[in-house]
């Protein structure tokens, strides 16, 4: 049976069910240490280092781990923000395979194998005032949390971050609270409207185009945020899922940001967004067969970087009705 994937705001049920997996899986022991891992993973990725305390690491930080290392894996030919799971076509595939894979591990951990990872619907909270966005009713003891500061209230104040991003360090640190700057960078102009959803689902946009990164214009990029309306061609300040990111701040800024339950939300939500785009125009995928310039790594059928769970493509990704289903899409 598929999950159905809730608005994590309109269902107690899938908010407490995905609070208490996401606790579980932070406390669990993945059976790994640091130091073990820098000798498991060193000689298959180039590079490859965990700094700091060594210590051990739960199923929650293997996550942590696995995104960040996607994150340092390039794509050739080299272009600036685009690695193995972001500034590219890969992006949304990638994405909704590591989010499958947390979501099957929330179905094991809770027995429960219904259990869908809700989605934030950011665009309902950017349609409030900039003041109100981050008192809505995603926060608070009975939801996430402190949206400021360290978060100290609700479930998730008994989650513990151990491994944190500085560029392209990892470093293992000493156990300590989630932390949050909601709607204090005031670089941003607050979360994404349903005007800036309706840009990214304009009809006739492909999913991508020529140079495959984050200047091209189409479906991926706008909804990645790359672009905005007044920059089409070129980068421009973070809208969309990159808006979400630098809004929410704290632990959601640097590449180890799935040590925040939000990252899932949001990208639940971007997800969300692409499946109306699947369901609207055609379950296709590019860079095709035969495609200029294409990126390394991010084809069709190339195998997506995986650290957890069978590897997919993004062929084996597009219909992903047998995993799990929305309440709604847009």
Known sequence: MTAVRANIQNSEQARDRFLAGVVALNAEQSGYTTSQLNQLLSPSIPGFRLYGVDQQLTTWDLFVLWHFVAMQMPSSPSRPMRNLAHGGPIFLPWHRMFLLRLEQ??????????????????????GLSFDQQHTSSLWGATALGDARGDVVSGPLAAMRVRLVGY??????????????????????????????????????????????????????????????????????SPQMHNRVHVWVGGDMGPGSSPNDPLFYLNHCNVDRLWEAWLLRDGRTYLPGAGAEQPPSGQGLDDTMVTLLGEPLTPSQVLDASAWYSYDTTP
């Open 167 to 236: 560029g392209t360090q990892l470093w293992s640190v000493e156990p300590r609270p989630l932390q949050r700057a909601a709607g204090t960078d005031t670089d941003v102009p607050g979360l994404p409207t349903a005007e800036d959803a309706k840009w990214a689902l304009e009809a006739g946009l492909a999913y991508d185009s020529l140079p495959w990164d984050v200047s091209s214009d189409g479906f991926r990029n706008r909804v990645e945020g790359w672009i905005d309306p007044r920059r089409i061609g070129q980068a421009g």
């Open 105 to 126: 591990q929330i179905q094991r951990i809770t027995g429960d194998a219904e259990a869908g990872l809700p989605y934030w619907d950011w665009t309902v909270d950017g």
